[in-house]
């Protein structure tokens, strides 16, 4: 990030949630020299002893509000169990923070409206944890699908064979399908608006042609997920 006279320098951040998940983001953001980790903040007393030994400089407690506070605070990670995850965010967005929540990042439509809507009422950057959008692998992928080399794309299938983390606030639905979803809409360039409406778009941001639209029995399909997965879910306080 740039200051006001154009220096780059660390972003002050902060960890919510330092569990199963959460402690990666702390040891991430420790190492990281773009970024400067002054606060993790966990309910469970284990998360925080974890953190104090990954996470030398930076303050560990178990308030939340402690953490808003700070002003020197510019973003936020909110890794808790999702049921927290809309409460979070909204308080971390209402206190001036820009926020990378996990997916998925909220329990209703209702509520991730309520988030997007909030972040661009305040000019705030809200981003969810989609990492798989950010694989070399996935990029590559959606060079070769946009480029047309594998011709029209009628359907698309993800399957995940591990068991992963068994969850008792979250199905193996909510916690792998955010993955899987975000790479099919990624490699199609589908844009989802606050609606939940869908449209295509071409590689130049503009909706294609009539003319280019496929049929209705033509539209790619979104995907084909089995119940188990096999990457960690987000983690969260106590995890």
Not at 59 to 66: E, K, T
Not at 126 to 143: K, S, T, W
Request: with cysteine.
């Amino acid at each position: 990030m740039s200051d006001k006279e154009g220096t780059e320098r660390a972003v002050n951040t902060a960890v919510v949630g330092a569990g199963y998940w959460g402690r990666n983001y702390v040891r991430n953001l420790a190492a990281l020299e773009e970024a400067e980790l002054s606060w993790v903040c966990d309910a469970d007393a284990e998360a925080r002893a974890r953190a104090r030994r990954t996470s030398a400089g930076a303050r560990v407690s178990d308030d939340l509000s402690a953490v808003l506070e700070d002003p020197a605070v510019e973003a936020l990670v909110v890794a808790t169990n999702v049921i927290h995850h809309h409460a979070h965010t909204v308080a971390a967005l209402r206190a001036g923070k820009h926020v990378l929540v996990e997916k998925p990042m909220a329990m209703s439509v209702e509520q991730a409206q309520e988030m997007v809507e909030l972040a661009e009422e305040r000019e705030l950057t809200l981003m969810v944890g989609h990492l798989l959008l950010y694989h070399p692998a996935v990029e590559r992928l959606r060079e070769i699908v946009q480029a047309g080399e594998l011709g029209r794309v009628f359907y698309m299938h993800a399957q995940r064979v591990n068991l992963g983390r068994i969850r008792s606030d979250e199905n193996a639905l909510w916690s792998f399908a955010p993955h899987d979803q975000s790479v099919i809409g990624f490699l199609q360039e589908r844009i989802y608006d606050t609606s939940g409406a869908q449209k295509p778009v071409s590689s130049s941001g503009e909706e294609p042609a009539d003319g280019e639209k496929p049929a209705d029995g033509d539209k790619p399909a979104d995907g084909d997920k089995p119940a188990d997965g096999d990457k960690p879910a987000d983690g969260g306080a106590g995890q």
